[in-house]
Nanobody, 126 residues
Framework: QVQLLESGGGLVQAGGSLRLSCTAS????????MGWFRQTPGKEREIVAA????????YYRDSVKGRFTISRDNAKNTVYLQMNSLKPEDTAIYYC???????????????????WGQGTQVTVSS
């Protein structure tokens, strides 16, 4: 079992920044690729960014490229999502998730992720 705890959400004006953190406990953190997802009411959960177990490979959805940065500190069992130049359309509940490493590549579909945090609300006002 892996427990994931997110923090860092909140209310920010458009153009502002937030940094989300997700700390894992329970199993060896480097056994997992990590992802950040988001969801708004009535919509499916979507990938925002993902990072490989060692941190060497990352993925971003097109709408956040150049604004968001995913990173991880394996010594602290923590993955981060730095969000800059926030837009109202970034408003959502953000979840971190862990995918057990089973090959070279991580996945972007939520169904591949084994463990989820409880979510943290990010609200961007216009």
């Amino acid at each position: 079992q892996v427990q994931l705890l997110e923090s860092g959400g909140g209310l920010v004006q458009a153009g502002g920044s937030l940094r989300l953190s997700c700390t894992a406990s329970g199993r060896t953190f480097t056994r997992y690729h990590m992802g950040w997802f988001r969801q708004t009411p009535g919509k499916e959960r979507e990938i925002v960014a993902a990072i490989s177990w060692g941190g060497g490979r990352t993925y971003y959805r097109d709408s956040v490229k150049g604004r968001f940065t995913i990173s991880r500190d394996n010594a602290k069992n923590t993955v981060y999502l730095q969000m800059n130049s926030l837009k109202p359309e970034d408003t959502a509940i953000y979840y971190c998730a862990a995918e057990q490493v089973a090959g070279y590549n991580y996945h972007t579909a939520p169904s591949f992720y084994d463990y989820w945090g409880q979510g943290t609300q990010v609200t961007v006002s216009s």
